[in-house]
């Protein structure tokens, strides 16, 4: 009778350590599947707010051009009212000069406008891509934690099963 004692707390031990790093495995694959879908919702998301910032600015500039040739407009508008008020002609002289003037002053803002949408729009990229790296990184850190947790049945076995033997034998020796 000692020896099955030792025998059945072997088998017992060993098929729930087994078990156990089974489960434990599993809900760390769960975690790394859980890990994934997270970071694929992130990049969604960080996707997502890129474009509307993206679109946004890219709406904020269109109007400011928009608005820049409208002044250019106006400007040279009131110039030419200016220049037929006074019976001279705005194609002209000093006329010319100041519609060339009002050209290279619109032309320059618009320029600096397209300058600005273009910085801003390499600083959402570069925003984009921290935030991408920043949750990679951290999809990475949990991958690693969840590989540490996981461990393998059949040492978990036999190590379940030395201790059960060992338990077996400890519970013969106090019986015996």
Not at 11 to 31: E, I, P
Not at 60 to 71: C, G, I, N, P, V
Not at 101 to 124: G, V, Y
Request: charged content about 15%.
């Amino acid at each position: 009778m000692g020896a099955e004692v030792m025998v059945i707390s072997a088998l017992l031990g060993a098929a729930t350590s087994a078990q156990s790093a089974r489960q434990q495995n599993r809900a760390m694959r769960n975690q790394r599947r859980n890990a994934q879908a997270s970071l694929d919702a992130q990049k969604d998301n960080h996707k997502k707010r890129r474009d509307v910032v993206i679109g946004q600015q890219l709406t904020k500039a269109k109007l400011a051009m928009l608005k820049e040739t409208d002044r250019k407009r106006k400007a040279i508008g009131s110039a030419r009212a200016s220049f037929a008020t006074a019976g001279l002609s705005f194609e002209q002289g000093s006329g010319r000069q100041i519609g060339a003037q009002i050209n290279l002053r619109s032309n320059i803002n618009q320029e600096l406008l397209a300058t600005q949408l273009n910085w801003d729009l390499q600083q959402i990229q570069s925003d984009f891509a921290a935030n991408t790296m920043a949750s990679a990184a951290q999809y990475n850190q949990s991958m690693i934690n969840a590989q540490a947790q996981m461990s393998n049945p059949l040492l978990a076995g036999l190590s379940g099963g030395l201790s059960g033997a060992q338990t077996g034998l400890s519970i013969q020796q106090g019986l015996g």
